[in-house]
């Protein structure tokens, strides 16, 4: 049963979450990212919809994640590899 513990709460303690905000914010992100592909996909079929839909997409769910962290919370897991993406 520890186990099973750790793997659900490991990673969302890593980042100061608890496993339900974590899977809220996990979701969020989820779904927004969805949504954003999709008008991606209709703009390069129809390139005068959605022209920032992506853009602003990444840019807002980068400033959430990354500029917005609480300071309680660890690096990215980019940062502690010493690997970039």
Do not use: Q
């Not at 969805?34 to 005068?48: M, R, T, V, Y």
């Amino acid at each position: 049963m520890d186990a099973l513990r750790k793997l659900f709460l490991e990673h969302p303690r890593s980042v100061g979450e608890t496993y339900a905000e974590h899977m809220a914010a996990a979701l969020s992100f989820g779904c927004r990212m969805i949504a954003a592909g999709c008008a991606c996909l209709l703009h390069g079929l129809l390139p005068f919809l959605f022209v920032k839909t992506g853009s602003s997409t990444v840019r807002h769910l980068h400033d959430e994640m990354i500029t917005h962290r609480s300071r309680g919370r660890a690096a990215p897991e980019w940062l502690d590899h010493g690997a970039y993406i």
